[in-house]
């Protein structure tokens, strides 16, 4: 609906999901020995059944702030995930498998501002939270960090020059439930510079993952991103 001219909607929806496994799932070898493990599909597993509840709400605040809010709850059957535990030893290397959890529950939110600081700069923030459990063992899901955040500022320095600044952080995550074993929580900052040579070429200078933060191979419970900083050079042209 509208008021004062400004839009708010909301949104809520119940649905049943189900899903087959796909061939990643079921047949694909992936294979990181250079880290310790590798992760092998499963032809045997189930398909997943579910149920969802969602609540959504969206609202211009003002003329320059953007707001979103959103709210899930999933009760589901035969859920697909990968568990690092009882691993098989290979040469050194440990080999995991996917696996269903017999009943799960999920449940979070989400929320989004949009925030237009001036003629020059844009910022959006992020949030997300989420809480799992396994219903038959009562631990948590594997692979599913409970805080996630996301920062991005667009400046438009000149007429040509923009600058686009990126924050992420994601909490410790649960990846062994035999061990009770977390992947550390980290952070990203990733910077990029787009300059517009002409109407026809775009050059981009980009550092992707400047704190360094990243996965240690020493070992196989880290999950953090693999890359180390980069150094981007590039450019395109259209016509």
């Not at 799932?25 to 579910?50: C, I």
Request: aromatic fraction near 12%.
């Amino acid at each position: 609906y509208d008021q004062n001219n400004r839009k708010h909607v909301f949104r809520a929806s119940v649905g049943k999901g189900y899903r087959v496994p796909n061939l990643k799932e079921r047949y694909y070898l992936f294979d990181h020995s250079k880290y310790g493990y590798k992760v092998m599909g499963s032809p045997d597993l189930q398909p997943e059944e579910s149920t969802s509840y969602q609540l959504g709400y969206q609202a211009e605040l003002t003329d320059t702030v953007g707001v979103s809010v959103n709210g899930f709850y999933n009760d589901v059957k035969d859920l697909i995930q990968i568990d690092m535990k009882n691993p098989v030893m290979d040469g050194g290397v440990a080999v995991y498998s996917y696996d269903n959890v017999e009943k799960a529950q999920t449940y979070g939110g989400d929320l989004g501002i949009n925030w237009q600081l001036n003629d020059k700069a844009q910022l959006n923030l992020g949030y997300g939270y989420l809480h799992t459990k396994n219903k038959t063992t009562d631990s948590d899901l594997t692979y599913s960090p409970e805080h996630k955040i996301t920062a991005n500022l667009q400046y438009q320095a000149t007429d040509k020059l923009q600058l686009v600044q990126q924050v992420r952080y994601e909490s410790k995550q649960l990846v062994d439930t035999a061990t009770n074993s977390y992947s550390p929580s980290w952070w990203g900052l990733d910077s990029r510079f787009n300059y517009a040579a002409n109407p026809n070429l775009d050059l981009y200078l980009a550092i992707n993952n400047l704190l360094d933060d990243q996965r240690s191979a020493n070992d196989a419970n880290d999950q953090r991103p693999i890359d180390n900083r980069q150094w981007l050079v590039g450019a395109s042209y259209h016509w």
